[in-house]
């Protein structure tokens, strides 16, 4: 299955930018690729909503081998239509690294109603997810068991673990393992 990682833009232009310069495939759902900065920003303009959050973006990277660029599209296409409806999209795949991958730009605001799109915490990171895998499933493709990792490190905590020293979340996290090992009950 793929893999899915979950972020937010205050430039969807630059974004977009990044995204097509390695396309091999690109797809829009609801406008068209070729136009997406500018129908995004006209969309969020007509609304009055041009601060903030301007995209959500979504990396759905596929295992080496296991998918065609034109298979990967296909599928990154089907989640976005399934995840943002009545908002445009943009799902570009990258054949670049052994991973091919799409990157999926969903504009923030609706082009229906003007509603912004809240897809971020750990819930929407689930249901992406769940609907990646379950569209991975109906095209056949392998699966991943459980999550594999139990920490998540930011780069600059990769680097402290790195030297040889404790991040502050390692500490609060030691922290907490030793009272609750030590406590009978929640006010302890």
């Known amino acids: ?80 239509r399934k995840l943002a409806k009545g908002y445009e999209c943009v799902v570009y795949t990258h054949a670049d690294t052994d991973h091919i991958h799409n990157h999926i730009v969903i504009n923030s605001v609706s082009y229906e109603d003007g509603k912004k799109l809240h897809l971020h915490g750990q819930q929407a990171i689930d249901k992406v997810r769940q609907m990646s895998d379950d569209l991975c499933r109906e095209n056949r493709l392998s699966g991943i068991e459980k999550p594999t990792s139990k920490v998540r490190y930011t780069l600059a905590e990769l680097g402290i673990l790195q030297r040889g020293e404790a991040s502050w979340k390692d500490e609060l996290s030691q922290a907490i393992d030793d009272e609750k090992a030590h406590s009978k009950n929640y006010e302890e």
Not at 58 to 68: K, L
């Open 1 to 80: 299955m793929a893999t899915i990682k979950l972020g937010t833009t205050r430039s969807a232009n630059r974004l977009i930018s990044y995204a097509e310069k390695k396309a091999v495939e690109r797809e829009g759902i609801d406008c068209n690729p070729m136009y997406a900065k500018s129908q995004f920003a006209t969309t969020r303009e007509l609304y009055g909503k041009t601060d903030g959050i301007q995209a959500h973006h979504i990396i759905q990277s596929f295992a080496p081998g296991e998918v065609t660029a034109e298979q990967a599209n296909k599928i990154g296409v089907e989640l976005a």
